[in-house]
Nanobody, 123 residues
Framework: QVQLVESGGGLVQAGGSLRLSCAAS?????TGWFRQATGKEREFVAA????????FYTDSVKGRFTIFRDNAKNTVYLQMNSLKPEDTAVYYC???????????????????WGQGTQLTVSS
């Protein structure tokens, strides 16, 4: 069983930047970031293939967020720039435990989940 630990959340002003980290206790493959705002369902944010060669983003974060990974450190990052109040949410990372074809956006496709880290963007 692989454990995922997110870090890097906090309070930031609109227009600011923050980087989230997702550290895994073992090897993981395709990895995604999801978020859940208060009163809303958890939604897909970004995903990255096991080797970092492919990345995917939801439309609302394209051009502002960048997902990347360092497999030597078993860590996936989410660099968030030009933050907006609507980015406020608990951010979760999720990972697949084996190599699969395709990088999914569906939550059910991921095997491991972190506990989440809170991001609050003030206006």
């Amino acid at each position: 069983q692989v454990q995922l630990v997110e870090s890097g959340g906090g309070l930031v002003q609109a227009g600011g930047s923050l980087r989230l980290s997702c550290a895994a206790s073992g090897r993981t493959f395709n990895t995604g970031w999801f978020r859940q705002a208060t009163g809303k369902e958890r939604e897909f944010v970004a995903a990255i293939s096991w080797n970092g060669g492919r990345t995917f983003y939801t439309d609302s974060v394209k051009g502002r967020f960048t997902i990347f990974r360092d497999n030597a450190k078993n860590t996936v990052y989410l660099q968030m720039n030009s933050l907006k109040p609507e980015d406020t949410a608990v951010y979760y990372c999720a990972a697949q435990g084996r190599l699969r074809v395709g990088v999914p956006e569906g939550q059910n496709e991921y095997d491991y989940w972190g506990q989440g880290t809170q991001l609050t963007v003030s206006s």
